[in-house]
């Protein structure tokens, strides 16, 4: 008998209706999806949770889960939060809103500034800690398969000394994971050799195929590499105009100075420079979102010139002297730039914090026994822990009073409050407008400027992954499909941890779906994000899971695949609010230093302080833990 994939078909969109509402509870609604529990899994109230907890292993949709959003939903759309409180006896040197990378940093600097002693506690509203640094972890039999479930690579070329520092001090050696993944993983390098596919389908192209070779070097112009535009079937017109586009045959910007077209390569679309001065059809220009779409979480139409030749895709040779020597540039430096990963992505860094705060989670001191560490969550809370992470808690006000600041959170559809002497928001600037009501309003505004990329990655375990092996290179970029890329989860072998992947392993396939629709041609990319985040709320498991069916059908039939009798189980993790903003040259203004709206935005207001990635308009692990230290810095001063 075929094993039925668990269904979690509970429309997100009906259960905001119902909260707002006001006719059922958070809890109430998380009860409602219940299916989704790992088996034996309790919730307990503010003296913790049970032994048996591991949402690790949660399938279906996670990211932001039910239960996770509904209480915010209710503060951020209705301004509505309880009347009355039950006050905890509890207080705290600090008290950490988020436990994200930022977070959890917070927390890590202000012990080494202020001591080992101090009291401090986190609240997280997920029912895992880590933010989008998110674990997914998969049991097939004796097997423990891994993948990322939000933020998954380090870049390590752009790390500050503090951030280098925590690295070291988290025994997390850089070089050695680097070199602990397999060569030309496609996510974890600026640039690769290894072989790529590109995956057409029907609806678009015609019909189904794929084509693989080194599609980074044909995008660069590598003569050898450049045979493979002959496997794409483009009208002849179209072959020869993409050809010159990558070459750099003609120089299309040749009427601009060069200040010109550096303002012309910002301020103009991807879109209209292919249409435009290359002379691209719709058809042809397909061939260069899926990138896009994952990094930007827009398409073409709303992603610069200069942007997209950033991510590897033609036209920089033909923008001028100045392109071509950008290009010649980067290709040099990317041998030097990779991207280290860890198998479940950026969650490992997430749990080596987490044990060095409360080292009873989990045996072991280093990056290698991390992996398959087995966290105990049942000590995250404990009474008599220096440090306490409390999950499953949605704080709805923080405010200063006399000496220190007050914290009311609704847990488990209970609301308390409690006392710390300092705060750091860890959680992300939209709702923190709502979370403190005394914040001036022009600051207020500058929070809710940048508006934060959904995103959906979705892990699918197979049974065996010998029809997707036999496909050749698993990576692959799908214009115009759902997912907008297909590759096999992190290929790296660190500790006892191996990537098996291999012929008729069981594998575990990520796949990236980006919901924001394209630009009418009067929105911004703001505008864009709001209307995907909605979207994503409006979709259930089931249309994700039947998505990755027909997606996966049509990449792999040819070969074997059976989608009934191959796939596991799915984990979605669906992040509506994912990316921090990163300022966009087609839409925003250059502000002077100093003046940008993530940085008035992050300004302290008596003894609260802000931390996340957000308020670096950087959407990286390296941002948010440099956050976190800028914003103990501000309370070490006050």
């Known amino acids: ?56 292993t949660l399938t279906g949709i996670r990211g932001s889960h039910n239960g996770s959003f509904e209480v915010a939903h ?19 040197d600090l008290v950490i809103v988020g436990g994200g990378i930022s977070g959890l940093a917070a927390a890590y600097f202000y012990r080494q500034q202020n001591g080992n002693d101090k009291k401090v506690l986190i609240l997280d509203n997920h029912d895992d800690f880590g933010g989008h640094a998110k674990r997914n972890e998969f049991q097939l039999g004796d097997r423990t398969l891994l993948s990322y479930g939000g933020s998954f690579c380090l870049q390590a070329n752009v790390f500050s000394d503090t951030v280098n520092r925590v690295m070291d001090e988290l025994g997390v050696d850089l070089e050695k994971l680097n070199a602990a993944r397999e060569p030309g993983y496609m996510l974890s390098e600026l640039n690769t050799d ?97 990138f896009i779409q994952m990094a930007m979480g827009v398409s073409i139409e709303s992603t610069s010139v200069e942007m997209a030749c ?37 969650a490992s860094i997430a749990r080596l914090l987490v044990r060095k705060l409360i080292p009873e989670v989990a045996p072991g001191n280093s990056m290698e026994d991390i992996i ?55 959680c992300y600037n939209g709702l923190i407008p709502h979370l403190c009501p005394e914040l001036p309003a022009a600051q207020k505004e500058n929070l809710k400027y940048g508006v934060k990329i959904p995103l959906v990655f979705t892990n699918v375990l197979l049974r065996s992954g010998a029809a997707v092996n036999a496909s ?58 709001r209307l995907g985040r909605h979207s994503l709320y409006r979709t259930s498991f089931a249309t994700y899971e039947k998505e990755v069916k027909d997606q996966l059908t ?13 796939i596991e189980a799915i984990t979605v993790n669906r992040w509506s609010h994912g990316y921090a903003y990163e300022y966009n040259s087609l839409y925003d203004p250059e502000w002077e230093e100093g003046q940008a709206p993530h940085e008035l935005g992050r300004a302290p207001i008596g003894r609260i302080s802000i931390a996340n990635s957000d308020s670096e308009a950087d959407a990286y692990l390296h941002s948010a833990i440099d956050a976190a230290a800028r914003a103990i810095s501000e309370i070490k001063q006050a």
């Open 74 to 92: 209710q503060l951020a759309w209705a301004g509505q939060k309880p009347d009355h409180y039950q006050p905890l006896d509890e207080e705290y």
């Open 194 to 290: 290894a072989e790529s596919g590109y995956f057409l389908n029907k609806k678009h192209f015609g019909q189904n195929k794929m084509i693989r070779g080194s599609w980074w070097h044909a995008w660069e112009g590598n003569e050898e590499a450049l045979k493979l535009l002959d496997s794409l079937d483009l009208p002849d017109e179209q072959h020869q105009r993409l050809r010159d586009l990558i070459t750099g045959e003609k120089d299309l910007l040749n009427d601009l100075s060069v200040l010109e077209t550096k303002d012309y390569i910002a301020s103009t679309s991807y879109e209209e420079f292919l249409t435009t001065k290359a002379g691209l059809t719709p058809e042809t220009i397909r061939l260069f979102e899926p």
């Open 1 to 56: 008998m075929k094993k039925k994939i668990t269904r979690r078909d509970f429309l997100n969109g009906a259960a905001i209706a119902i909260a707002a509402g006001g006719s059922l509870s958070p809890r109430s609604i998380l009860a409602m999806g219940k299916d989704n529990a790992a088996p034996g899994a309790t919730i307990a109230g503010p003296a913790g949770i049970g032994k048996d907890y591991y949402p690790p």
């Open 554 to 566: 049509e990449m792999f039939a040819a070969n074997g695949f059976d989608a009934e009798r191959d």
């Open 310 to 346: 950033l991510l590897g895709y033609p036209g920089a040779n033909s923008v001028g002297y100045v392109g071509k020597l950008a290009n010649k540039l980067l290709n040099y430096a990317k041998d030097d730039i990779h991207f280290p990963t860890f198998p479940d992505g950026n």
């Open 372 to 426: 398959d560490a087995r966290f105990d969550y049942s000590q995250l809370d404990r009474g008599d822990s220096p440090v306490r992470i409390r999950l499953n808690s949605t704080a709805v006000n923080v405010k200063n009073v006399d000496g220190g600041v007050e914290v009311a959170y609704v847990q488990n559809d209970k609301p308390y409050t409690l006392k710390g002497k300092h705060s750091i928001l860890a």
């Open 472 to 529: 050749g290179p698993v990576q692959y970029h799908c214009p115009g499909s759902y997912f907008c890329v297909v590759t096999k989860a992190p290929p790296v072998n660190l500790g006892s941890y191996r990537d098996n992947s291999k012929g008729d392993n069981p594998m575990v396939l990520w796949m990236c779906h980006l919901p924001s629709p394209r630009n009418n041609g009067k929105q911004n990319s703001r505008d864009l994000y």
